[in-house]
């Protein structure tokens, strides 16, 4: 069987002559983003999408004597997916790839950056994750099953 060869869509890393950012191509999983479709450009809904879901996170460990860490993309180094770095004053900023891949695993690497932020293992860890989990889809667990 013959594969067809895949056509790739290149931007530009420069802003247009109206200083509008240029489009990124995103390619979530199916029904995982923005749009629910294979390949996505990304654009206004993407950065919100992405914003809402570091909101949630932060308001899930609100008030648990947890970092909540500031969330950026893309990493500042290339190649990398995910990066943490830590300030002098406690706080965190986790850094998240967004282009090109699945809306699931953009999820994943916020949940554990929160996770690596406070330095949790073990069934600490486990708890947290569910949590966040729990608030990216909308639900409200209790907070005993966190504990």
């Known amino acids: 069987m013959m594969m067809k060869p895949t056509e790739k869509k290149h931007t530009e890393n420069r802003r247009s002559s109206t200083g509008a950012a240029p489009r990124m191509r995103v390619i979530p999983g199916e029904g995982q983003g923005p ?55 406690g706080s965190a900023t986790v850094s998240v790839l967004v282009r090109n891949r699945p809306w699931v695993a953009v999820m994943s ?20 994750r569910d949590q966040l989990w729990a608030a990216l889809a909308g639900e409200s667990p209790s907070q005993d099953a966190a504990a």
């Open 35 to 89: 749009g629910e479709g294979p390949e996505q450009e990304s654009g206004p809904g993407w950065s919100l999408a992405f914003a809402e879901m570091g909101r949630r996170l932060g308001e899930a460990i609100q008030g648990r004597g947890l970092v909540v860490p500031n969330f950026r993309s893309p990493p500042r180094e290339v190649g990398r997916r995910r990066s943490l770095v830590r300030h002098g004053d």
């Open 109 to 128: 690497d916020m949940i554990e950056g929160v996770v690596v932020a406070n330095r949790l293992d073990g069934i600490q860890a486990e708890a947290l």
